[in-house]
């Protein structure tokens, strides 16, 4: 790891407390606050109010300018029968097959995907030799994330961690950078198997909130794993296309499916960009 000021100073920063900061104003509904954040915000990063369901000014605090919803036909989908749909606006940060149990992060860096879904090692093996997708979203992208194929929730995994940022130099400076932030794991039975789709949270990112359980309460200590589909706990259904989460400030997606099930688009690599609806890649006809 070479020498980065940047990457040093978020060593040594309180990044949970700077969080929980960023989160309670991130929340604050005083219109001089808040419209002023928002307007600051929206300038310095280009963002395209066009596209947006609200204009600028019909927002209750940040979170909600932050996570706003589209226009209805701003992202087509593509057939999620035979194909896998992106999750998420933003930009491939990489891209390819588990080998070895292990998931590529950057240039000479990767991560194992049992560490990424928080040691369970039984799930981490159902993915071995599998395929994975890692899209990174900027602050001026839509911060909705969505299914990229039909799948019934089993589990999810709440997994502490660091809150290093998740941009291209942190992730080629900082080992193990996904798998040691805190994040989201999400696991759904799909027409292709088991399906992870990993939520990674990042510096100042408040939290993560899900369709079927609402905000994930940040900056825990354990990993707090949940099943669905067992007791009381019934299992959302979801469509290919369907919302399952947003962020709040922040991040990363990553996607993990079974081995032999998708066949990446040619044409995607580190960097690309990528809108949310659009095929990632076939479904292998060999499911």
């Not at 927002?59 to 706003?68: L, S, V």
């Not at 930009?91 to 990424?116: C, F, H, M, N, P």
């Not at 929730?153 to 291209?168: C, E, R």
Request: glycine share 10%.
């Amino acid at each position: 790891m070479s020498f980065q000021p940047f990457i040093w100073l978020q060593h040594i920063l309180p990044q949970h407390l700077l969080s929980r900061l960023a989160g309670a104003i991130a929340r604050s509904e005083r219109p001089w606050l808040r419209d002023r954040l928002i307007r600051r915000f929206a300038k310095a990063y280009n963002v395209d109010m066009d596209q947006a369901e609200r204009p600028l000014g019909d927002y209750r605090n940040f979170n909600d300018f932050f996570t706003r919803a589209l226009k209805p036909g701003m992202r087509p989908l593509a057939d999620g029968g035979t194909d896998v749909l992106c999750p998420a606006d933003g930009a491939v940060s990489q891209i390819g097959l588990i080998a070895d149990g292990r998931i590529v992060q950057a240039k000479g860096q990767s991560y194992t995907a049992a560490e990424l879904l928080g040691g369970d090692d039984a799930l981490a093996k159902r993915f071995e030799g599998g395929s994975f997708i890692t899209i990174y979203l900027s602050p001026s992208d839509y911060h909705r994330v969505h299914m990229p194929v039909d799948g019934t929730l089993q589990q999810t995994a709440y997994i502490p961690g660091d809150l290093f940022s998740v941009n291209t130099v942190t992730a080629e400076n900082v080992p193990r950078l996904f798998s040691r932030n805190e994040r989201l794991s999400s696991v759904f039975d799909t027409p292709l198997g088991a399906m992870a789709s990993v939520m990674v949270g990042a510096m100042i990112v408040a939290s993560i909130e899900t369709v079927w359980g609402g905000l994930v309460k940040p900056h825990q200590k354990q990993i707090v794993r949940t099943s669905f589909g067992q007791g009381e706990k019934a299992a959302p259904q979801l469509r290919a296309g369907d919302e399952m989460g947003r962020f709040l400030l922040g991040s990363t997606v990553i996607l993990l499916f079974e081995p032999g099930k998708v066949q990446w688009a040619d044409d995607l690599k580190p960097l690309s960009v990528v809108r949310m609806g659009q095929s990632l890649g076939r479904i292998s006809a060999s499911r």
